[in-house]
């Protein structure tokens, strides 16, 4: 409910309108009762001259309420339209400041699920069913004292209606609600399942999954069936209930209105308009039965949608942080004693390392080893559960997450471009660069040659993931967003792992370009390209196992050999340990900060 109390003051002049609208159409259809009642009573009296004035009167009627429902109409939808935006914005807002380890639990499916049906759910409810379920009961209760104006009695039978069908919906409501919400989650289970294959069309169809993910699909399509079923099964039994006893409490009033005029005690005019009111007293309530189910599916939604904006932003989950500035130039990033676990999973233990400013740091290490982890440290995504990461003395934790992310510039192994056009996805690297600059970027990244072929250069559509460009052409174009944001830290996840030798070239290039007089970390999957790294950094099981030049490490014939050879041994050249210490003579500057196991 706090989704729609805050939204419904923030559109509260909507609900002004819609409050004057609902006045009119219960004036309206009071009148309507009124119309037909002195119609009947003129005609069965033979007074001719009153037809006359009746049929003006509800000509007028029939303007005002034409008029009435095309304003309510209309203003309904903006409500809707309305409420769905902010509703969009809010949502879509808080998934962008939400921690890492929330995308890492939850599936990108469920969370479209609830930004997009249950928000359209949230919408219609503020926009129509709410509205119904304040004007149905003042529609009864006018329509109550007009009957009991009319004849007393006969308005009694109607109190059996209302009592009886609210009972109805307060045994049924809960249960709709839980239901309906079960059946959201189901639906946000199918739609993470369908974005998926969707996302993987290669895969499935190279390895032949559609028999295996077609019976999937059609156990989660009858999971999602069942639950929808079960919502049904529980409105309907809310509705033929509300419908039993409204008609039952109309008849028996029809009934009774009908001996009333045989004894003379009601003309026959006072029951046609009986009629009518008894109508607009039924009504409500038995279509309460389905708008309050309406109503329970909406909050179902709402607490799929609280759940996410309830969800701390980034910055608000961080514990004692001092304002401070960096200057862009602190480049100097070291760990002390830096430990990370995934739940119960050790990932790092006491890392301890030093990234030289200007420097060219590799890290290697077996796969699982905590790389890709350590990444994520660095760019502030987790929090180390010991230990502290600095910039030049000063402690992340004194940082804003903008402060330390813009130290940093990526280039990952598998480049992520948006839907959209190659200059939108260059300047996501700094959307207020220049022309000059964007084009620029693009040279050096070795990019510019190919965008000029496509007929629309720049302003050319990259598609879905920019499924219309090769690997090569889109790792050119995230180092071009790399090489605009200029960051004083650049961080590549082996940029080249993935390419074929020409391509591979193209970016080394373009990389080489990108790292000139720059702090570089780099991930490194091809030990042939880190050789030349000012130092490279062995993890092995979560620990700095060595560190030093490559030559260094060759002969120290520890976990950096062991990972060299392997990799030589997958091209069928091992080197001669012999030669190489002939080659390498003495070396010099080792560290070895872990047991080696030879």
């Known amino acids: ?27 309206s259809n009071l009148s309507i009762a009124w119309l037909f009642g002195e119609l009947t009573e003129t005609a069965v009296g033979g007074e001719m001259s009153k037809f006359t004035p009746l049929i003006l009167a509800g000509a007028v009627l029939i303007l005002v309420i034409g008029l009435n429902q095309f304003a309510g109409g209309f203003v309904k939808a903006k409500v809707s339209a309305n409420v769905q935006d902010e509703l969009r914005k809010q949502t879509f807002g808080t998934m962008l400041q939400l921690p890492q ?15 997009t049906t249950d928000n359209k759910t949230i919408g219609n409810a503020l926009g129509h069913t709410l509205i119904e379920l304040v004007k149905n009961p003042i529609m009864a209760v006018a329509s109550f004292i007009y009957l009991a104006i009319i004849e007393w009695r006969l308005a009694l039978i109607s109190l059996i209606i209302g009592p009886a069908i609210l009972l109805c919906g307060l045994m049924l409501g809960k249960t709709i609600r839980h239901q309906s919400n079960e059946a959201q989650q189901k639906w946000g289970t199918m739609t993470s399942f369908i974005q998926d294959v969707s996302g993987a069309s290669i895969i499935f169809k190279v390895f032949r999954l559609e028999a295996i993910f077609g019976r999937k699909f059609k156990q989660q399509s009858a999971v999602v069936r069942e639950q929808e079923t079960k919502v049904g099964l529980t409105s309907s039994i809310l509705q033929s209930l509300s419908n ?7 008849i028996m009033a029809i009934t009774y209105g009908a001996y009333m005029v045989t004894q003379n005690t009601i003309t026959i005019g006072s029951l046609m308009a009986f009629v009518q009111l008894m109508n607009y007293v039924i009504m409500p309530f038995t279509t309460f039965a389905a708008t309050w189910g309406e109503m329970q599916v909406s909050l179902g939604a709402a607490d799929r949608i609280q759940e996410v904006l309830r969800e701390a932003p980034e910055e608000e989950i961080r514990s004692e942080r001092k304002e ?3 200057t862009g130039k602190e480049t100097q990033v070291s760990l002390e004693q830096v430990s990370f676990s995934y739940s119960d999973n050790k990932v790092l233990e006491k890392i301890s390392l030093e990234i030289e400013q200007g420097k060219f740091t590799a890290i290697v290490g077996t796969s699982g080893s905590g790389k890709s982890t350590l990444f994520r440290l660095l760019l502030g995504l987790y929090k180390p559960n010991g230990g502290e990461i600095l910039v030049s003395g000063c402690s992340y934790s004194e940082l804003t997450y903008e402060e330390i992310r813009n130290l940093y510039a990526l ?4 480049p992520y471009l948006f839907a959209g056009t190659i200059r939108e996805n260059i300047l996501y690297g700094r959307e207020d660069a220049t022309e000059q600059e964007l084009i620029q970027a693009a040279v050096h990244a070795n990019a510019y040659s190919f965008i000029q072929q496509f007929p629309e250069g720049l302003d050319s559509q990259v598609g879905e993931r ?5 690997g090569g052409q889109r790792q050119r174009i995230a180092i071009a967003r790399a090489i605009l944001k200029n960051a004083p830290i650049l961080l590549l996840d082996e940029a080249t792992a993935s390419l074929d030798n020409e391509s591979e070239q193209l970016v080394q290039d373009a990389l080489r370009q990108l790292m000139n007089d720059r702090t570089t ?9 880190i050789q030349h790294a000012d130092k490279i950094i062995v993890i092995h099981e979560g620990k700095v196992a060595e560190s030093g030049r490559h030559e260094d490490l060759m002969l120290l014939q520890g976990h950096y050999y062991e990972l060299y050879r392997a990799k030589l041994d997958e091209e069928g050249l091992i080197p001669n340990q012999t030669e190489v210490t002939n080659v390498l003579g003495e070396a010099s500057g080792i560290t070895k900060t872990a047991p080696i196991a030879n």
Do not use: C, N
Not at 105 to 115: A, Y
Not at 244 to 250: D, E, R, W
Not at 521 to 529: D, Y
């Open 244 to 250: 039993l006893i409204g008609l039952s409490a109309f």
């Open 1 to 27: 409910m706090t989704i729609f109390k805050g939204l419904i003051r923030k559109y509260w002049y909507f609900y002004v309108i819609l409050g004057v609208y609902m006045l009119i159409e219960i004036g």
């Open 466 to 470: 920019g499924s219309q460009l090769s």
């Open 324 to 326: 401070r500035t960096t």
């Open 521 to 529: 970390v780099a991930i490194a999957h091809r030990l042939s390209t």
């Open 101 to 115: 380890d929330y995308y890492d639990k939850h599936h990108t499916g469920d969370l479209l699920s609830r930004i």
């Open 411 to 414: 280039v990952p192994q598998e």
